[in-house]
């Protein structure tokens, strides 16, 4: 049997709507998906892998955790995940446990420079720590921050599930969008009874999402002049993170499922899964999340960077080390 | 008794009692396994009120943080100017070092309290009782925060108010002045 290249674990996740979701995002990179369950989620949905405290810290595999805890690194800038590690991401308002923290031997953050709303859904989360952690390899370099009138426009085509469409608008909220236009041909988001919009409006986080939310209409083409990218699993083009998906002038599509026409002379990107393309969240978080990296504008809550900034440092000095290298018991039990 | 003609000149002592706002916020990342911040949130804010406001006047954060990737050696503190300051997790004690310490890094350890045994390819480090909690309260908060207040009372925040070598020298001798002054209390 051949192991698998990596582990998504969720640490206290408690919604089973994101657990079902959690689990799709693995499916999506076909790694195995398990839970370290304190908050009943095994009672609701027996069907999902567990995982306890000493098989998840004491695992063959180096743990990541997905955080952003101060100092965690940001994802576009980790290098691949070793064969066999843990990714780890949290409960959804509390985060990773401090016992995971503390063993993990690296932490990862994925930089979201939104005001408003400056975290994703925890399904989403994983699946973009995912794709740069085991995927996106041989990525477009960003080479210095541009301005934001580089970022593209954005269009959601299509959305076919009101949560799916919420959770979308908060991803795009959360990497810095401020106007999102949305082809609700089938009627999930705009002028829907009200229990539906409730709950489209809670996925979206809108009581604190200054995202600007405008109807495509039925007659909807792009600005003239505009160049059309289409974001998608399963059409032919190159990879996504291989595509330049930013510009003045650029428009951003992502259609969920087939049910969408492309324009003549539209480009085509490839959101290139080794699974089952996953659910509409999903996707449009891999491919905001690819746009805000080429973007690389600096998250909100960010100091200057340490290297342009003035900072002072104390350090024991060591004088010339020798060749060998002292390791320490824990450190061999790890290896 | 120092005096001044406005809010502006005033000297920085008085300005800081005037300006004294919301505590300092403290942040933890919890250290990797074989690590520990020997100086807990309840330690830094007990020093920081013995010590009143001039030595949080200005400061904006700090931050108990996992060992940054790379270095010359282990790092104790840091400061961001302007005013967040970072105190790294240490290993836990004793510690077993590869190579040899610097001879100021010696005497700075052993002025702490530790106990410095330096061999051929190592040396060991004990921190008898709260010494290790002592070192990172003065030997690194307070060092980081002398280098905050010079930079604070020039009011500068990109360049340098001094030469690194006098920085230094009086973030040390603010240090060294705080652990007596804390020492004097018991």
């Known amino acids: ?335 | 008794m120092p005096l001044s003609r406005s809010l502006r000149t005033d000297p920085y002592l008085m300005r800081a009692t005037r300006r004294a706002g919301a505590p300092v916020p403290v942040r933890v990342c919890p250290p990797r396994r074989g690590f520990v911040h020997p100086a807990d949130p309840a330690d830094i804010v007990r020093v920081l009120t013995f010590f009143g406001p001039a030595a949080a006047y200005g400061l904006r954060g700090i931050e108990l943080r996992q060992q940054p990737a790379a270095g010359t050696g282990p790092a104790v503190a840091a400061l961001r100017v302007p005013g967040l300051v970072l105190l790294f997790e240490q290993p836990a004690p004793p510690w077993d070092l590869s190579g040899q310490l610097t001879d100021v890094a010696t005497a700075r350890l052993q002025r702490a309290g530790a106990r410095v045994a330096t061999g051929q390819a190592s040396t060991r480090v004990d921190w008898p009782g709260s010494s290790l909690c002592d070192f990172m309260l003065f030997d690194g908060l307070m060092h980081e925060i002398g280098h905050h207040m010079i930079q604070h009372a020039a009011r500068k925040h990109r360049t340098r108010a001094m030469r690194t070598a006098d920085h230094e020298r009086r973030a040390d001798a603010y240090a060294v002045r705080a652990r007596h002054a804390w020492a004097a209390q018991w």
Not at chain 1, 3 to 17: E, I, K, W
Not at chain 1, 101 to 113: F, G, N
Not at chain 1, 163 to 177: N, P, Q
Not at chain 1, 299 to 319: C, E, H
């Open chain 1, 1 to 335: 049997m051949v192991s698998p290249r990596a582990h998504l674990v969720g640490d206290g996740v408690q919604n089973p709507a994101n657990a079902e979701a959690l689990a799709e995002a693995a499916r999506m990179f076909a790694v195995p998906c398990s839970f370290r369950d304190s908050r009943g989620l095994a009672e609701r949905l027996p069907e999902l892998s567990t995982v306890d405290t000493a098989a998840l810290l004491g695992g063959p595999g180096p743990l990541i955790a997905v955080d952003n805890t101060p100092g965690a690194e940001s994802v576009y800038r980790a290098w691949p995940a070793l064969d066999g590690a843990s990714i780890v991401v949290g409960n959804e308002r509390r985060g990773i446990r401090p016992d995971v923290l503390r063993a993990a031997a690296k932490t990862v953050q994925i930089p979201m420079p939104g005001r408003g709303v400056n975290t994703l859904n925890v399904a989403t989360a994983a699946a973009v720590a995912l794709y740069y952690l085991l995927d996106a390899h041989g990525r477009r370099q960003a080479r210095a921050p541009r301005p934001d009138s580089h970022r593209p426009a954005l269009l959601l085509a299509a959305p076919r599930d009101h949560v799916e469409a919420g959770s979308s608008l908060r991803s795009a909220a959360a990497f810095g969008w401020q106007t999102v236009t949305v082809d609700d041909r089938e009627k999930v988001w705009f002028g829907t009874p009200r229990p539906v919009r409730n709950e489209a409006r809670a996925a979206a986080r809108s009581h604190r999402n200054p995202l600007r939310v405008v109807p495509a209409g039925d007659a909807w083409s792009p600005p003239p002049g505009s160049r059309v990218v289409i974001c998608a699993p399963d059409v032919d083009g190159p990879p996504l993170h291989r595509t330049e998906l930013t510009g003045t002038g650029t428009v951003l599509v992502i259609p969920d499922g087939e049910g969408w026409e492309p324009r003549p002379g539209a480009e085509f990107a490839r959101v290139a899964v080794p699974g089952e393309p996953g659910r509409y969240r999903l996707l449009t978080g891999i491919v905001l999340a690819e746009a805000a990296r080429q973007l690389s504008t600096r998250t909100a809550t960010a100091p200057r960077p340490p290297r342009r900034g003035l900072s002072y440092g104390s350090v024991l000095g060591q004088t010339a080390l020798p060749d060998t290298d002292l390791v320490q018991p824990w450190e061999l039990t790890q290896y």
